[in-house]
T-cell receptor, first 114, second 113 residues
Framework: AQSVTQPDIHITVSEGASLELRCNYSYGATPYLFWYVQSPGQGLQLLLKYFSGDTLVQGIKGFEAEFKRSQSSFNLRKPSVHWSDAAEYFC????????????FGAGTRLAVHP | DAGITQSPRHKVTETGTPVTLRCHQTENHRYMYWYRQDPGHGLRLIHYSYGVKDTDKGEVSDGYSVSRSKTEDFLLTLESATSSQTSVYFCAIEGGQGGHEQFFGPGTRLTVL
C-alpha cells in the first residue's frame, strides 16, 4: 500500500540554524511529491513540488527539497531558519490513476527558539 | 490565492444532527476534494469530485456524503453527526501550471458534542 512517513513529530531549532525535515514514501513508481506548510489556524500552503527533472527543487520562503529515488525520500531543507517558519509541515505524495490522489504524512511541527 | 472559500468557518453541533459544509471556488476547476485533519493523521481524503454530479469516495468516507450541482460548489454533509467527526475539514481544488497540485481552503472547525 502507498504510504508517507514523516519520522519526526516535533523538531526544535534555533533561529538562524539550518533545518532538514524528513519524508519517506512507499510506492512502486515515481510519484509526484509536495511539501505544504500550515500556520496555526490556517489552511495549507504549497511550499514546493517535484514532478520530474532536476531532483533538487526550489520553493517559496527559501525552502528547497531533494528527491532521492534510491532512498524513496523527499527531504525539505532550509539553510537558515527564521522565527516565522514555526509551523507544521506536511509532506504529500501524489499518484495518478483516475484522479490525482494525494497521501499526506502525519506532519512535523517545527518550533523556533530565538 | 486559489479563490477557495469555506463556510461556516466554525460550527458546534450536537450528536445526531445533520451538518452541511460548503466549499466554493471561483476559478472553474474540475477536481475538488474534501479532507479531514486530525492530530497524528495528517489529512485524509473523504470524498472527491471530478465534475458536476460526478463524485467518488476517498479513504474515510463512512458517515459522509457529498454533492456537486454546480462547478463552483462542493458540499459535504454529515447526515447524523457523531463525536468522532469532530475535526477540521479542508476543501481543496486541483490546479497549477503542472497540474496535480492541490490548493486548500481555510478550513472549517467542526465540534460535535
Amino acid at each position: 500500500a502507498q504510504s508517507v512517513t514523516q519520522p519526526d513529530i516535533h523538531i526544535t531549532v534555533s533561529e538562524g540554524a539550518s533545518l532538514e525535515l524528513r519524508c519517506n514514501y512507499s510506492y512502486g513508481a515515481t510519484p509526484y511529491l509536495f511539501w505544504y506548510v500550515q500556520s496555526p489556524g490556517q489552511g495549507l500552503q504549497l511550499l514546493l513540488k517535484y514532478f520530474s527533472g532536476d531532483t533538487l527543487v526550489q520553493g517559496i520562503k527559501g525552502f528547497e527539497a531533494e528527491f532521492k529515488r534510491s532512498q524513496s525520500s523527499f527531504n525539505l531543507r532550509k539553510p537558515s531558519v527564521h522565527w516565522s517558519d514555526a509551523a507544521e509541515y506536511f509532506c504529500a505524495v501524489g499518484f495518478s490513476g483516475g484522479y490525482n490522489k494525494l497521501i499526506f504524512g502525519a506532519g512535523t511541527r517545527l518550533a523556533v527558539h530565538p | 490565492d486559489a479563490g477557495i472559500t469555506q463556510s461556516p468557518r466554525h460550527k458546534v453541533t450536537e450528536t445526531g444532527t445533520p451538518v452541511t459544509l460548503r466549499c466554493h471556488q471561483t476559478e472553474n476547476h474540475r477536481y475538488m476534494y474534501w479532507y479531514r485533519q486530525d492530530p497524528g493523521h495528517g489529512l485524509r481524503l473523504i470524498h472527491y469530485s471530478y465534475g458536476v454530479k460526478d463524485t467518488d469516495k476517498g479513504e474515510v468516507s463512512d458517515g459522509y456524503s457529498v454533492s456537486r450541482s454546480k462547478t463552483e460548489d462542493f458540499l459535504l454533509t454529515l447526515e447524523s453527526a457523531t463525536s468522532s467527526q469532530t475535526s477540521v475539514y479542508f476543501c481543496a481544488i486541483e490546479g497549477g501550471q503542472g497540474g496535480h497540485e492541490q490548493f486548500f481552503g481555510p478550513g472549517t472547525r467542526l465540534t460535535v458534542l
